[in-house]
């Protein structure tokens, strides 16, 4: 019986478009536009609407990595209305910035993007210890290596850095609904911050269990509010115990905070508005002129 071998390279889930360049046998440039589903060190399965001839190499332009990838078309099958077609990189392309832009080692980490040397350094040896093949009772090798390469990128500062760059273009948008009049009022833009930050730690902690904190700079991101406004909202928040901060400065829902939320939710038009997008890009569907109303007294 063949034994089933195990994959050589971690793959990332990924969903954007890529360009292919190829000349046929004409010598005419040709393009495609196939949609990217995942991608290792090694190579990316895509999905396109026409077939691609086996053993075809391409020049792949990948917007988000800035540079162009030489690859083979590998293989091309059928998969409903699609067709599945695999590539593998050629010797000298530049998968691993690839790969590396996609992962995110700071939440590989449980780690603020702001986390200083002392803090990569101790929470990698908290979480290594946990998932070392070698415990018995929370070993996990496939995150033992994964934690392990991401501590090899953000403990080295030049890695970081380039790291950081590459990521650069993943900083979160505004999301429309935060425009609106309501979070910029004097006292109801108050009231209305603080439900914000419960809504999205909340869909945050119902997202991503594992990791459910927020960092400043991302709610700054998502709000378009100054920091100094969410400051004085976190304090808030903070002292009526709805949010903690962890030990990298990131903050999270508690349990009296999902109480607050659940407890409000049909009685409040924001709340139902703000869980609705939940803090990802279909909130941006959200109309920010829509009038917005809220019972100031039940969070003060």
Known sequence: MMQKTKRQHQRITVDYQVVFYWEDSTGQVQTLRPRARDASESGMRLESTVP????????????????????????????????????????????????????????????????????????????????????????????????????????????????????????????????????????????????????????????????????LVELEELMSIPREYLEFTLWYLKQKRYVEMDQAADFSLTAAGVDFVEEHTLAQDILLRLLAGGGSRSAQETNPERPVHTASSQIQ
């Open 52 to 215: 691609m001839a086996i053993g075809t190499q391409v020049c792949m332009d990948v917007p988000r990595l800035g540079s162009a990838i030489e690859a083979v078309v590998r293989y091309c099958v059928p998969n409903g209305e699609l067709f599945r077609i695999g590539v593998q990189f050629c010797s000298g392309s530049h998968q691993s910035n690839l790969t590396s832009a996609e992962i995110d080692y700071y939440e590989i980490l449980q780690l603020s993007r702001k986390a200083d040397m002392e803090t990569v350094h101790r929470v990698y040896r908290i979480m290594a210890a946990r998932f070392h093949p070698d415990n018995p009772d929370s070993g996990d090798p496939e995150r033992f290596l994964l934690l392990s390469q991401a501590y090899r990128i953000l403990s080295d500062p030049a890695r970081r850095a380039q790291y950081d760059a590459l990521r650069g273009t993943e900083r979160h948008r505004p999301l429309p609904l935060f425009q609106a009049r309501a979070f910029v009022d004097e006292k109801e833009g108050e009231v209305n911050r603080r439900l914000g930050v419960l809504c999205l730690l909340y869909a945050q902690r119902r997202r991503n269990p594992d990791h459910p904190s927020i960092a």
